[in-house]
């Protein structure tokens, strides 16, 4: 299995809708766990991080951690088009290490 | 808080000739900055881990000679493509760690070079 592993995509919804963002991850990079937004072209912005199991909200956004699944996603209710772009699941390996280990990435498209 | 500039934003050069890139951390010190590549379309990979005062960490398969990484201080560092070549040409980002206490790594916006 790969240390953090995301769908491709693309994944396409209407705008307003909820898009659903998924990551999988192995034992190592089992510590903290982020989700950044880069637009096509531009460099990654964080979005979120989590840490605890559970949901963590921040205005449109909701990440949920499931250790015992070893499941990570992303919630984005209300969808708009500005949230096009791609989104990165990234986590930090257990041990210290500062290394962020990044999946490859879903690319969001939201219709008008 | 926590902003990363890079400069320059973008670079056209010439086959056989070297081009830097700065990174600074504006406010705050970086203890740790990384710097990835990404082709179009493509994932981030992570080139080099950069440390203050000592040598970088180069990721497996990335040329330390062709690529050389200088953190002078705990606010810069520098990436140097050396006799860049076409292949060369793509999209390069750093972050910076603030250290301890930080939760994660901030990213700059980016240099986008093109080798001709």
């Known amino acids: 299995q790969k240390e953090v592993e995301q769908n491709s995509g693309p994944l396409s919804v209407p705008e307003g809708a909820i898009a659903s963002l998924n990551c999988t991850y192995s034992?190592?990079?089992?510590?903290?766990f982020f989700w950044y937004r880069q637009y096509s072209g531009k460099s990654p912005e964080l979005i979120m991080s989590?840490?605890?199991?559970g949901d963590k909200e921040d205005g449109r956004f909701t990440a949920q951690l499931n250790k015992a699944s070893q499941y990570v996603s992303l919630l984005i209710r209300d969808s708009q088009p500005s949230d096009s772009a791609t989104y990165l699941c990234?986590?930090?390996?257990?041990?210290?290490?500062?290394?962020?280990?990044f999946g490859k990435g879903t690319k969001l498209t939201v219709n008008p | 808080g926590a902003v990363v500039s890079q400069h320059p934003s973008r670079v056209i050069c010439k086959s056989g000739t070297s081009v830097k890139i700065e990174c600074r951390s504006l406010d705050f010190q970086a203890t740790t900055m990384f710097w990835y590549r990404q082709f179009p379309k493509k994932s981030l990979m992570l080139m080099a881990t950069?440390?203050?005062?000592?040598?970088?960490?180069?990721e497996q398969g990335v040329e330390k000679d062709k690529f050389l990484i200088n953190h002078a201080s705990l606010t810069l560092s520098t990436l140097t493509v050396t006799s860049a070549h076409p292949e060369d040409s793509s999209f390069y980002i750093c972050?910076?760690?603030?250290?301890?206490?930080?939760?994660?790594?901030?990213f700059g916006p980016g240099t986008r070079l093109l080798v001709l």
């Open positions: 950069s440390n203050e005062g000592s040598k970088a960490t180069y």
């Open positions: 972050s910076a760690w603030p250290g301890q206490g930080a939760k994660t790594q901030y």
């Open positions: 034992d190592r990079v089992s510590q903290s």
């Open positions: 989590i840490y605890s199991n």
């Open positions: 990234a986590a930090l390996p257990q041990g210290g290490s500062e290394k962020l280990v």
